[in-house]
């Protein structure tokens, strides 16, 4: 039973942290897709895990980033050739930029971060209460100790302070 209560409580911090910070990125995506803006960048290979690393020049900056997703491309097969893409970038809540449009990416997000987030908060409130009220019981079916408690008391003796007050 302990096993399975700490898997539950494991799976249901797993869900926490991965529909939180999904659900925090689908919140700065809708953010930046207030204040987005596009402009043409170029692939200019493919970096760490597979992503597409691209770069573009906003305000005269020109910025190297990093993207999973490539939809943005105005010419066919453009994400796979190194060719030109259109990229979404936007300065509200931080400096970000990506290959679709924010607005995308953030139903994206949401759609992974809100269900992670209903499965993992009521597994794990529920295995927390599983475990206390395994405890209570544990406790309660051990019963009173023969010897006196812990305070080294006999058992009848309620080690309370009685003052009488003064006639």
């Given at each position: 039973?302990?096993?399975a209560l700490?898997?539950?409580?494991?799976?249901?911090?797993?869900?926490?942290?991965?529909g939180?910070?999904?659900?925090?990125?689908?919140?700065?995506?809708?953010v930046?897709?207030?204040?987005?803006?596009?402009?043409?960048?170029r692939?200019?290979g493919?970096?760490?895990k597979?992503?597409?690393?691209?770069?573009?020049?906003?305000?005269?900056?020109?910025?190297?980033d990093?993207?999973?997703?490539?939809?943005?491309?105005?010419?066919?097969?453009?994400?796979?050739?190194?060719?030109?893409?259109?990229?979404y970038?936007?300065?509200?809540?931080?400096?970000?930029?990506?290959?679709?449009?924010?607005a995308?990416?953030s139903?994206?997000?949401?759609?992974?971060?809100?269900?992670?987030?209903?499965?993992?908060?009521?597994?794990?409130?529920?295995?927390?209460?599983?475990i206390?009220?395994?405890?209570?019981r544990?406790?309660?079916?051990?019963g009173?100790?023969?010897?006196?408690?812990?305070?080294?008391?006999?058992?009848?003796?309620?080690?309370?302070?009685?003052?009488?007050?003064?006639?």
């Amino acid at each position: 039973m302990a096993r399975a209560l700490a898997f539950c409580i494991v799976l249901g911090i797993v869900g926490i942290s991965v529909g939180g910070y999904q659900c925090l990125k689908g919140h700065n995506y809708s953010v930046a897709a207030q204040h987005e803006t596009t402009t043409m960048g170029r692939i200019v290979g493919v970096g760490r895990k597979g992503t597409l690393r691209y770069e573009f020049s906003a305000n005269g900056v020109t910025v190297d980033d990093y993207s999973d997703v490539c939809v943005s491309q105005p010419a066919p097969d453009a994400c796979a050739t190194s060719g030109p893409v259109l990229v979404y970038y936007s300065y509200q809540p931080y400096p970000n930029s990506l290959l679709e449009d924010f607005a995308a990416a953030s139903a994206r997000a949401y759609r992974i971060g809100k269900p992670a987030l209903a499965i993992g908060l009521p597994v794990t409130v529920l295995s927390w209460a599983a475990i206390i009220v395994l405890r209570r019981r544990n406790k309660g079916e051990e019963g009173p100790d023969p010897e006196g408690d812990e305070n080294g008391e006999e058992e009848g003796e309620s080690g309370a302070i009685h003052i009488v007050p003064s006639e």
